[in-house]
């Protein structure tokens, strides 16, 4: 037991220096220097400009079990719907809110009206680590979609294997993206975080297939189609280029990705290899010394600028992918809502 113990600790150091945080003593207060360097990337990214982009800020919500019971103890990480309510109150040019409902959660119908009341829109599952089977036919699950999808709400679901966090509960299965059918059959809209680029998992015949080609299939699907999104953060990781080079030829759902930066992970320098986007085809050797001293500047807007300069031959990906998506509008949404 002593080498995994060893390994998390080692790794939780790892995502420390990359936030910011030295310490996890209270005294330190770890979540305040936590924001303060994020709150500094985003408004260092364009310090010529008086106005930058807002970023979603996440909530992670706790494990519960089939029978509805809290389990704390089977929860590694937990960020309270409060907590990041209280950050974008704090700091509204910065951060737009966001939350985590778990199905199970006997609350769950409750706490998403009281969040979209707050003008709460994006839910964020990690259903690998959080005991969430997207397509379990049940009743709560049936309840919540029904909810979401009259509350005008959609979900951010991880796709594919999850390494970042460690949980007493860890089933990578649930990261399928053919687990998205559940939410998609009652017509919610689910952005499927880094195209399940990572892992295999069987498909509709039991053969082991990617995950990112069930996502493909699954983004090919006409029903789908204005339903289901995907998201490219932490896809210039190392373990993920090679599936961002696939994206990009992948041009017929181009209209259907959105940016992410899975932040703290863009900021890993051991995670992100420049040199393998250029082994790729996707850089050349002078945007990769470019990119460099942007990463050691500002490694959330080196994920930003990567991303809209990576290219094979005339393929990009389109400008609009960087920019609020009109079907997933806050703005256009609320407005309607108020005017309703």
Not at 246 to 256: D, G, I, T
Request: one cysteine or more.
């Amino acid at each position: 037991t002593a080498l995994p113990i060893c390994f998390e600790y080692l790794k939780a150091r790892v995502f420390m220096a990359a936030a910011g945080v030295k310490s996890l003593r209270e005294s330190d207060r770890p979540d305040d220097a936590y924001v303060d360097r994020l709150r500094s990337l985003v408004e260092n990214s364009a310090p010529e400009r008086k106005e930058h982009g807002k970023h979603c800020i996440l909530a992670l919500c706790e494990v519960y079990d089939e029978r509805g019971n809290h389990r704390l103890d089977q929860t590694s990480l937990y960020i309270p719907n409060n907590y990041i309510k209280k950050l974008a109150v704090r700091h509204p040019k910065t951060f737009i809110p966001t939350c985590s409902v778990h199905p199970k959660d006997p609350e769950a119908l409750e706490k998403l009206h009281q969040l979209r009341d707050q003008g709460v829109r994006l839910i964020k599952w990690l259903p690998n680590a959080m005991n969430i089977d997207p397509d379990l036919n049940d009743e709560d699950y049936v309840k919540f979609y029904e909810k979401v999808n009259k509350l005008e709400m959609f979900l951010l679901i991880h796709t594919g294997d999850e390494h970042s966090i460690s949980s007493r509960f860890h089933d990578d299965s649930l990261g399928s993206p053919l687990k998205l059918k559940g939410p998609l059959g009652h017509k919610v809209k689910v952005i499927a975080a880094h195209c399940a680029s990572e892992g295999y998992c069987k498909d509709e015949n039991g053969r082991m297939v990617e995950n990112f080609e069930l996502f493909l299939r699954m983004m090919k699907n006409k029903e789908y189609e204005g339903l289901l999104f995907g998201d490219i953060s932490a896809m210039t990781s190392f373990r993920r280029v090679k599936y961002l080079k696939r994206l990009l030829q992948e041009k017929s759902v181009h209209h259907r990705l959105v940016n992410g930066s899975d932040y703290p992970v863009c900021a890993i320098n051991v995670i992100v290899h420049t040199r393998r986007l250029v082994s790729l085809g996707l850089l050349d050797a002078q945007q990769r010394s470019d990119l460099n001293k942007i990463y050691y500047f500002n490694p959330l807007l080196f994920d930003f600028v990567c991303k809209r300069t990576i290219s094979l031959g005339d393929t990009k990906f389109p400008l609009e992918l960087f920019m609020e998506h009109s079907s997933r509008s806050q703005r256009r949404i609320q407005t309607d809502r108020k005017s309703g």
